[in-house]
Each structure stands twice: as structure tokens, then as C-alpha cells.
């Protein structure tokens, strides 16, 4: 009985974490049920409590949004040691944010999702200080472009690129060309 109860808990972990993806990838239930060819009410299950879930679903739902399918059963985002850019157009569409991945959409801090912040940066804005910190950090370009630097090396990315980076590593931004330039950060915990 004791591990039935264990099980049953770790599956409503899942059903909240699929739930949240869903949300910020902007699919509502039905519009996530229809997609994947499950009867609405049996997909409403599903989130509810996660107990019936099967894994061949979860997995379909991962593929979906391009997640790792074990953060989804565990709720632990791989960690990057280094960096990773993204060119325009490399993840798989999501309703409000075609050619972006979830994790170029938010990061999970605990139990809520942090949101983008939205910078601005200008082609005056300087001198450039590189700063570090412990979590994780991506960069996604909306206008113009932006140089992303840290203590070795210089990457230009422009509207579309995303970076993901360990912020533990020295870095900056700043503008590049002489066009404001626009970007959503996220740093996670």
C-alpha cells in the first residue's frame, strides 16, 4: 500500500509539470488532447492526478514541446556546463512563439515558472562589465542584434538566435551595430 501511495504522488508531480508546460506553451486541454488523439475527458484525467498517465503519453507530450522527457518525470532540467546557441527556426513551433523551444519560453524555479524579463539594450551603452552567477541563463533576440560575451569568447546573435549559458562562466551583453537591439532573459535558480 505504502508504494502505491509513493507512486501516486510522484505521478500528480507529473500531471502538475505537464499541466505547466501545456500553459506556457499555450495549448489549452482540449487543443493538447486533440493533438495527441486522446478523448478529452481521458486526457482531463490525466492532469488531474496523473495515476493513469501512460508513459508512451508523457513521452508523446515531451517530443511535442521538445523537452527532455526525464525532466518531465523527475522535474530536474539538464544543467549546461558551458554554453549552447540555438539559430532562428531550430526548435519546434509552439502556439504563441513559433520556432521556440519551452525551455527558450520560461525556466522552472522551484514551483513556479520564471518569465522572461525583457531588456533593451543601445548601441551607446557602455563599457561592457562581465558579471557571473550560480543558475542558468538564456538570451533570446527579438530586434537588432546583440554580443554575447564572456571571458574567452565573442558571439554575435542576431533576431531569432537564442544562447543558453552557465552564468558561473564571466559574461555581458551588449549591442551590436548601431540599431537598438532587444532580448528576453531568463536567469533560473
Do not use: W
Not at 26 to 44: M, S
Not at 90 to 113: E, M, N
Not at 159 to 182: E, S, V, W
Amino acid at each position: 500500500m505504502e508504494n502505491y501511495v509513493n507512486n501516486s504522488n510522484e505521478f500528480s508531480e507529473v500531471a502538475r509539470r505537464i499541466s505547466e508546460l501545456r500553459e506556457v506553451c499555450g495549448y489549452t486541454q482540449e487543443e493538447l488532447a486533440r493533438e495527441l488523439g486522446i478523448d478529452i475527458e481521458v486526457y482531463k484525467g490525466y492532469e488531474a492526478d496523473g495515476s493513469d498517465i501512460p508513459i508512451s503519453v508523457i513521452y508523446e507530450i515531451a517530443n511535442k514541446f521538445n523537452i527532455d522527457f526525464a525532466e518531465i518525470l523527475t522535474g530536474v532540467a539538464a544543467k549546461l556546463d558551458t554554453h549552447h546557441i540555438v539559430r532562428a527556426g531550430k526548435g519546434k513551433d509552439v502556439d504563441r512563439y513559433p520556432g521556440y523551444r519551452y525551455q527558450d519560453l520560461a525556466f522552472r524555479y522551484a514551483k513556479k515558472i520564471m518569465q522572461p524579463l525583457l531588456v533593451t539594450l543601445d548601441p551607446s551603452d557602455e563599457p561592457l562589465k562581465l558579471v557571473s552567477h550560480t543558475g542558468q541563463e538564456f538570451n533570446m533576440v527579438l530586434e537588432g542584434s546583440i554580443e554575447v560575451v564572456f571571458e574567452n569568447e565573442t558571439y554575435v546573435l542576431n533576431a531569432g538566435d537564442t544562447i543558453y549559458f552557465n552564468p558561473l562562466i564571466r559574461h555581458g551583453q551588449r549591442c551590436y551595430g548601431d540599431k537598438t537591439a532587444k532580448f528576453l532573459t531568463v536567469i533560473s535558480e
